[in-house]
């Protein structure tokens, strides 16, 4: 069964830093996947917040994390990063990690999910 487990978890003044990390060992083999950073506040709906395809090639971030936020992997180790730089308020949420074969970018309809981890970040 494929088990994606989130770590990074913090609370932070705005203009702070977090490094989330997914791990994925049941991916096998994790270059066939394209995955996908989300976030969830108590009164939103999931967003996308971050994707990368298999081989790299194409990486996208919602326009409210562009050039704050950093999504990255390591195919070796079947990791997935977001770095979260100059945090905002609004950047409160659960955070998922999420993965699938099919490319489908900042949409939510990944097959695999984690169970989240929490951003807390105070102004």
């Known amino acids: 069964q494929v088990q994606l487990v989130e770590s990074g978890e913090g609370s932070v003044q705005a203009g702070g830093s977090l490094r989330l990390s997914c791990a994925a060992p049941g991916l096998t083999p994790y270059s066939w996947y394209c995955t996908g950073w989300f976030r969830q506040a108590s009164w939103k709906e999931r967003e996308g917040v971050g994707s990368?395809?298999?081989?790299?090639?194409?990486?996208r971030y919602a326009e409210s994390v562009k050039g704050r936020f950093t999504i990255s992997q390591d195919n070796a180790k079947n990791t997935l990063s977001l770095q979260l730089t100059n945090l905002k308020s609004e950047d409160t949420g659960l955070y998922y990690c999420?993965?699938?074969?099919?490319?489908?970018?900042?949409?939510?309809?990944?097959?695999?999910w984690g169970q989240g981890t929490q951003v807390t970040v105070s102004s």
């Open positions: 999420a993965a699938d074969r099919v490319e489908y970018g900042l949409l939510p309809w990944y097959n695999y």
């Open positions: 990368i395809n298999n081989g790299d090639t194409n990486v």
